[in-house]
T-cell receptor
């Protein structure tokens, strides 16, 4: 089945550790995104990538890093520089229609807790 | 700057009642797109509808309907004869051109709908 997978579903991190969240899609989408969701809040964009080997900062990129070496994969690293990393992280992907935004489809999310 | 406001934080209805979720947006773009997503307790966002700024026709899909009014910058979502399975957080989102052909989604804070049996 086509879709977006994220792993792990739950992740616990000690303070000072870096952790990497996985996001894979088999929809042949060009663009991929990472969002952060805090309780009672909407989604905020961390990073996005429109093409392999290229990515852009979103609204809250500080303390995060990404890579896009393959079209299917867009891993997110939460570094120790991120002061408040406990949140729900959602990955999304979309096709790339020239001159118009494609609908973003979301993965099941990863819930990160800092101990 | 773009902004989406969902003024209703939480709504509770009894099963079979109709319910309308409000969404008001702000944008300077002349071309833009509006979306609704559903987030059930499992957490995954499920796409419901997309509407572009040139299409003000209302849309109906089963028990769901959407009312887009450019004059009031609103894109409201109505569920008719609500069911317990409709219980979720619903997000309205707006997409406009962020430059260089990049379209970013701006989300509202969501409305939590609880349907009581």
């Amino acid at each position: 089945d086509g879709g977006i997978t994220q792993s792990p579903k739950y992740l616990f991190r000690k303070e000072g550790q870096n952790v990497t969240l996985s996001c894979e899609q088999n929809l042949n989408h060009d663009a991929m995104y990472w969002y952060r969701q805090d309780p009672g809040q909407g989604l905020r964009l961390i990073y996005y990538s429109q093409i392999v080997n290229d990515f852009q900062k979103g609204d809250i990129a500080e303390g995060y890093s990404v890579s896009r070496e393959k079209k299917e994969s867009f891993p997110l690293t939460v570094t120790s520089a991120q002061k408040n990393p406990t949140a729900f992280y959602l990955c999304a992907s979309s096709g790339n229609l020239a001159g118009t935004p494609s609908t973003q489809y979301f993965g099941p999310g990863t819930r990160l807790t800092v101990l | 700057a773009q902004k989406v406001t969902q003024a209703q934080t939480e709504i509770s209805v009894v099963e079979k009642e109709d319910v309308t979720l409000d969404c008001v947006y702000e944008t300077r773009d002349t071309t833009y797109y509006l979306f609704w997503y559903k987030q059930p307790p499992s957490g995954e966002l499920v796409f419901l509808i997309r509407r572009n700024s040139f299409d003000e026709q209302n849309e109906i899909s089963g028990r769901y309907s959407w009312n887009f009014q450019k004059s009031t910058s609103s894109f409201n979502f109505t569920i008719t004869a609500s069911q317990v399975v409709d219980s979720a957080v619903y997000f309205c989102a707006l997409s406009g051109d962020s430059g260089a052909g990049s379209y970013q989604l701006t989300f509202g804070k969501g409305t939590k709908l609880s349907v009581i049996p």
